[in-house]
């Protein structure tokens, strides 16, 4: 640990005696971001996690959650309410759920705009990683202050024309923020999401917790992610649409 | 450990690029280290505010408004004016022209500062622009113009725009007239311009040749105690080249001195041009010829009021006949102007913006000073959008109620009172108005709560019963041989803070009521300049006299008791006296001279006697009435024999109200035209307070001494609270300077949540209430990244209750408890049970609890104190009845879903091996049997049915989730039904546990028997241990 502690100083002073940035770039950005996270490679050995946490929707109502991840896109889901369990899952292709809550337990398909959330949450690796080879833009819009924190401002537009700003702290260029426009019962609202708590996962940095609003809005949910395993066994019909009804009533 | 030294240093290696390393900074305050103190609105929106300037578009087939205010910011709205955000609250509140680019209709143009000049009118900053539909903005130049009244783009070329800059209202200056970019705002040209006392007071371009435009140039001044419009300045003005050249227009109109003029030619006809002109004998014309030549039409008063508030013409699109001419109500002619008559009797007066749409000419929005109107049928009747929460206050009050009840008064809009916070979010159902004309001064009979003392203008002082509505005319009526009084249009009015019985109303004299203003004793001599230079108001005006008490002078503004001493009593006078008494009015001290760099006659905006130590108060001026923009904020610590200045960066704006807390006395609020500023150790730093509250002007502040709240009137966005200042008054330099702390809040008092029925659509303004729970406050010094972040909650003997998530900002965060530990865990079912309480779980008894804060390997701990709520007046012995009642349910719901999962747990531990089993082995009709009663038991404890609750099913688990959100959701004693149930329930999970031990019992040995002998694992029941520890995470 001492010797850590001597190689970092080092650096530091490595660092103080630089001459100024130039002018950052996007390119510059990004590689901070996958290095503050660990580097590439670190990143692209991990296939598959399993999350558990609990979602926060309300003043002490609070609910179990699972999230299972694999690549190249695949996601699951589930939390419990009373006893019942949600699943909302997307195998790459299909996203479907189980809402039992409202009395139906027969898996539905998700579709629209939706669906589109769900493939974006259910993407592994985000906008950022090999990103010359995705196909989103990425647009550098200078620094702003988020909540008091200097942050680097990145538009991400998909290729059908949807966008997000994502925040990354100047100081590790880690994500703390993004904001997203999106459509809740017919009108657009601004959805931001604030990341914390990083912590090391198999090597690299993940946020271990989220807390989600709508802009302008009160209230909002809070995920904390308890515990993250990598590499796990996932089989992939845990994210294929079942054909009948699942064992949702257990 | 080496991979993790490798992480560490690649990451500082990364890091070193692009985002270096920054070091410590110095613990000093700014807007971000109130973080999460965030001011809340309440309104109220049920009336509104002066709406200045509006602007509408159709894109596609969606209607997109953008409303620009006199003194709260632009709205806009999406959806054709039923729901508005504010999009320009980083700015000046004050608007004057608003205008979209006919080309492109994401591109707004604004001119700042409104230009219908009342007293009571705000300052602008020129003109801004935006391309992206109002999400953001750039200031484009004309800074120094204060105020603008029009904006025009031409038709097609979209850089070529044209300002109509009103100028300073209560000063000279030169950047004042037409201007012209083509360019689109880099560069500017005065295109015509008269002098520095005359700037455009309207102007209008013909819709079909865009060269061709008209121009009311204006001479106008205001002074604090008079106003002029008209003058050697004014005149009507052409041009048909585009501003390159202007010709004055006289041929018909007014001979002599003209005022504000207004004028617009007819979109259907342009050759047709209608002007109203404010001369000795102001008028309606109209033109034929392109407005070369002139003819005058119908006289009428409608059409004629008070020209410097209303000018503006609005020609319908198709009818070049139909003429709107908003003024105190909106007057129609439908014959070129020959006949006039009123229309929109149903709105609020005063009328100022007037929007036809093109698409359909009989859908009209109506800008007033009481908010937004809409019309479907060319304006014969009206829907008011009360979705505008942008109501101008002057000085609000708070009673002692639980909760407290806000008062206030406000410019055009009478006096009204509304609760701090309700069941539901306060909307505008819960205000209810109590005065008339421009309210001011508010304040509950402290005796009497349902008696309020409130004022309209110009000290029209009156006693309001509220629950009947009983009014009394209080106003202090001169005695034999005392000289006329003058009372401000804003009187000063105040309650002693030390006598309930103390009313206080200020002329130029001050007087004290001791008898809820039945009579009033005079307890001084002119407390003014007695000026009679600037007791003109009679004559104030100009061209058109324009008397309403706005102008009066000489008067006394302010009052505040000394707290702990009735006969220390600080008057301040609107012609800049600052006087004091210490012995309840028979001797006075004029201060004025003892304070440094404070030009005279200064009017006085705001005192406040310290209520921490005598001798030391604060005191604000404001000379904006001149020209002087300074900001004047002084403190005397010798009874105001010598006075400090506490301005600093960043301060901005003329001062107009300041409060000391009433608990730290380093905690200062200061309320300018631009904002609201804090400072935490006495005045030495300020920080701008932006959590919410945009760069309005605050008119007062109040803190509530019971909630620890901060009431802020604005004059722009209604009421806003800063619920619970208790963090922010432990915010000392020691605290800054940590890496991260706990900070305490106010005593917690446990309520169940409630709620209350709404279903009024959209359009309807809906505010905030007190936040519900404990809130617990932290301060970070910087944005917490790496590690957990979490607050844990202990109950008094140490055990864990519950972990709350966290925020993770810069500087102040809160966050709630509910005072309540973890949902017990339900069996899982096929229905949702429909109660509220039972999604959440027991509320803690009172007690100290302890918060503990994990910053990473750092930790935090404070107490916590929770108490029930004292006006719900449960007895000690039934909140504990009710704590156990609902623990023993918490604990049967728990026994039941043990239960159930160990049922479900041995079904699917059988149904594994059955489906291992060949279809005729012995076993498997063991196992199919066994599972078959699991299941069959199963569906008498749980609903199993599809369908939801809807499908109305009930069994053991629904009975007794409904029964434990019961109990759950009432703070005091269990009814007997309740606990009478409660023991039928447990008995039934008695008996279902008997059943469930006997079903297993009676097959499982000689099942297990057989899977031994196949060399399978035993069916085995799951024990509590192990389950417990599968609910912990």
New interface residues.
């Given amino acids: ?1 001492k ?2 502690m001597t ?2 100083l080092a ?2 002073a ?2 103080a005696a ?1 001459p100024a ?1 130039a002018e ?2 996007l390119d ?2 990004i ?2 971001n996958i ?2 996270k ?2 590439l490679d670190a990143i692209k050995a991990i296939k598959s996690m399993r999350i ?1 946490g ?1 979602m ?1 929707m309300g ?4 609910a ?1 959650i699972t999230v299972e991840m694999k690549r190249p896109g695949s996601m699951r889901i589930e939390f419990v ?5 949600g699943i909302q899952a997307y195998d790459g292709e299909t996203g479907w759920q189980v809402m ?6 027969e898996p539905e398909k998700i579709t629209g705009e939706e669906l589109e959330n769900l493939a974006d949450q259910a993407d592994f690796d985000g906008p950022f990683v090999n990103h010359k080879e995705r196909s989103e833009t990425l647009e550098y819009l200078g620094t702003e ?1 988020v ?3 200097p942050a680097h401002k990145i538009k991400v537009t998909k290729e059908n024309g949807t966008e997000t700003i994502v925040f990354l ?6 994500e ?1 923020k993004a904001v997203a426009k999106t459509n809740m019962q017919g009108m ?1 609202v601004e959805m931001a999401t ?1 990341f ?5 996962v198999a ?1 690299v ?1 993940m946020a ?2 989220m ?1 989600q609003s709508v802009v ?1 809005a ?1 209230a909002g949910q ?3 992610f ?1 515990k993250i395993e990598a590499n796990v066994d996932l089989a992939d019909d845990r994210f294929a649409m079942p054909a009948a009804e699942p064992a949702a ?2 | ?1 080496a ?3 490798v ?16 070091g410590i900074a110095a613990a000093e305050i ?4 109130f ?1 999460d103190m965030q001011a ?1 609105s309440i309104g109220p929106a049920v009336m509104g505010g002066r709406i200045a300037a509006m602007d509408a578009v159709w894109i596609d087939d969606r209607l997109h408004v953008y409303v620009g205010t006199a003194t709260g910011g632009i709205w806009k709205s ?1 959806d054709g004016a039923t729901t508005f ?1 504010p999009i320009f609250d980083d700015h000046t509140m004050s608007i004057g022209a608003l205008t979209i680019d006919p080309s492109n209709p994401e591109t707004i143009w604004v001119g700042t500062g409104e230009a219908w000049p009342r007293n009571s009118v705000s300052v602008g900053e020129g003109v801004f622009k935006s391309t992206d539909g109002g999400e953001s903005w750039k200031q484009v130049g004309l800074t120094d113009s204060e105020r603008i009244v029009e904006i025009l783009v031409h038709p097609e070329e979209s850089d070529t725009v044209y300002v109509c800059a009103t100028g300073h209202l209560w000063d000279a200056n030169e950047e004042r007239g037409v201007y012209k970019t083509t360019d689109g705002g880099e560069n500017w040209e005065a295109v015509l311009q008269v002098d520095a006392d005359t700037g455009c007071g309207n102007l209008a371009m013909d819709p079909q040749e865009p060269d061709v435009l008209y121009a009311g140039m204006w001479q106008f001044r205001r002074e604090p105690w008079f106003f002029t419009s008209g003058g050697p300045g004014s005149g009507l003005y052409r041009t048909t080249d585009g501003g390159e050249n202007w010709e004055r227009v006289t041929e018909g109109l007014p001979e002599g001195e003209l005022g504000r003029i207004a004028v617009a030619p007819a979109p259907s006809r342009p050759s047709v041009v209608y002007a109203t002109v404010e001369a000795e004998d102001t008028g309606f014309f109209r033109s034929e010829d392109l407005g070369k030549t002139w003819t005058r039409k119908a006289q009428s008063a409608a059409v004629e009021g008070r020209p410097f508030y209303f000018s503006l013409i609005v020609v319908d699109p198709v009818d070049h006949n139909r003429v709107y001419k908003p003024g105190t109500t909106t007057a129609l002619t439908t014959d070129g102007g020959e006949n006039f008559s009123t229309i929109a009797g149903s709105t609020h007066s005063d009328h100022h913006a007037l929007w036809i749409d093109p698409r359909n000419v009989e859908h009209l929005l109506l800008g007033t000073d009481g908010g937004l109107y809409e019309s479907h049928n060319r304006g014969r009747s009206w829907t008011f959008r009360n979705s505008l929460p942008v109501s101008q206050f002057y000085q609000v009050s708070f009673d002692m109620e639980r909760p407290y009840n806000v008062y206030g008064g406000l410019q055009d809009n009478g006096t009204w009172w509304g609760p701090s916070s309700a069941l539901t979010p306060v909307m505008n159902k819960h205000w209810d108005n109590i005065g008339q004309g421009d309210g001011f001064h508010a304040y509950v009979d402290k005796k009497d709560n349902d008696i309020v003392y409130l004022e309209w203008q110009g000290g029209r002082a009156q006693r309001v019963r509220k629950s009947n509505g009983e009014t009394k005319d209080i106003q202090p009526l001169e005695a034999k041989g005392e000289p006329k009084y003058r009372f401000n249009w804003n009187a000063a009015m105040h309650v002693s803070p030390n006598r309930d019985d103390t009313l206080y109303i200020g002329a130029q004299f001050l007087f004290r009521s001791r008898d809820q203003g039945d009579s009033w004793e005079r307890i001084s001599p002119d407390l003014t300049t007695d000026d009679p230079e600037k007791q003109r108001q009679g004559e104030s005006g100009g061209l058109t006299i324009d008397n309403s008490t706005a102008e009066n002078h000489c008067s006394i503004y302010r009052i505040a008791e000394q707290p702990g001493n009735e006969n220390t009593i600080w008057v301040g006078t609107d012609d800049g006296n600052l006087q004091l008494t210490r012995d309840g009015g028979r001797n006075w001290t004029d201060l004025t001279s003892n304070i440094p760099d404070l030009p005279a006659n200064t009017w006085v905006t705001g005192i406040d006697p310290s209520p921490h130590t005598p001798g030391t108060a604060f005191a604000v001026f404001d000379g904006h009435r001149t020209g002087d923009m300074t900001t004047y904020v002084y403190r005397t610590d010798d009874w105001g024999k010598s006075w400090t200045s506490l301005v600093k960066e960043p301060i901005e704006g003329y001062a107009l109200a300041i409060r000391q807390d009433l608990v730290n006395p380093k905690l200062l609020f200061l309320g300018t035209e631009f904002g609201l500023y804090v400072s935490v150790d006495g005045g030495g730093a300020w920080a701008r307070f932006k959590g919410n509250v945009p760069r309005v002007g605050i008119r007062e502040i109040q803190i509530h001494p019971r909630e620890h709240d901060l009431i802020l009137g604005t004059h722009g966005r209604g009421i806003l609270i800063v619920d619970d200042l208790t963090p922010l008054r432990n915010l000392t330099a020691e605290t800054l300077d940590a890496k991260g702390a706990l900070l305490p809040s106010r005593v917690a008092f446990m309520t169940s ?1 409630s709620s209350s029925q709404t279903f009024n659509g959209d359009n309807e303004f809906v505010g ?1 209430t007190a936040p ?2 404990a809130t617990i406050a932290y301060y970070l010094k ?9 607050i844990e909650i202990y109950d008094p003997e140490g055990n864990w209750i519950t ?9 102040l965060n809160r966050v ?3 005072m ?1 530990g ?2 017990p ?9 429909p109660q509220f309480f ?4 027991p509320q803690v008894p009172a007690g100290t609890y302890k918060v503990k804060l994990i910053r990473g390997k750092e930790s935090y701990e404070m107490p916590l104190r929770v108490e029930p709520h004292p006006d719900l007046g449960h007895s000690a012995e039934d909140l504990a009845a009710q704590d156990k009642a609902a623990a023993r349910l918490y604990a049967l719901v728990e026994r039941l ?1 043990f239960l159930v999962d160990r049922l ?1 747990d041995i079904r699917d531990q059988a149904q594994t091996h059955r489906d291992g089993l060949g279809e005729k082995d012995k076993l498997g009709g063991r196992l199919d049997d066994l599972i078959e009663a699991l299941e069959k038991e199963r569906a008498g404890l749980v609903a ?1 049915r ?6 109305g099913e009930e069994q053991l ?1 629904e009975k007794l ?1 409904s029964l434990y959100g019961s109990v759950n959701g009432f703070e005091g004693k269990p009814s007997k039904s309740h606990l009478d149930y409660a023991d039928v329930l447990e008995s039934e999970v008695a008996a279902a546990e008997t059943r469930f031990a006997g079903l297993l019992g009676d097959r499982l040995p000689a099942i297990n028997g057989q899977l031994e002998r196949k060399k399978l694992q035993a069916l085995a029941e799951k024990s509590r241990e192990d389950w417990e520890a599968e609910q912990r ?1």
């Avoid at chain 1, 309410?81 to 369990?85: E, P, W």
């Avoid at chain 1, 702290?169 to 880690?174: F, H, P, Q």
């Avoid at chain 2, 865990?825 to 049970?833: E, N, Y």
């Fill in positions: 640990m010797r850590t190689f970092v650096i530091l490595l660092v630089l940035a950052t770039t510059e950005i590689a901070t290095e503050s660990g580097g558990e609990r926060q003043p002490g109502m609070e179990p309410i009373q006893g019942m369990t039992p809550f409202t009395g139906s337990t202050e909540d008091g924190t702290d100047t100081e590790y260029c880690l703390i657009e604030a914390g708590d990083y912590k090391e090597g940095m271990h917790s807390n302008g009160q809070a995920i904390t308890e009533t257990e | 450990m991979a993790r030294g992480f560490l240093a690649g990451l500082v290696l990364a890091t070193a690029a692009v985002c270096p390393l920054t700014d807007s971000n280290t973080g809340r999406d955000e949540p905030s519900g729970g910087k944005r917490h990244m790496f590690g957990d972040l979490k972990t709350l998530p966290t925020t993770k900002r810069r500087g709630s408890w509910s309540r973890r949902a865990k339900i069996p899982p079912s096929a229905s949702l049970v039972s999604f959440l779980g879903t479900i199993t599809k369908g939801g609750f809807i499908a688990r989730t995470r």
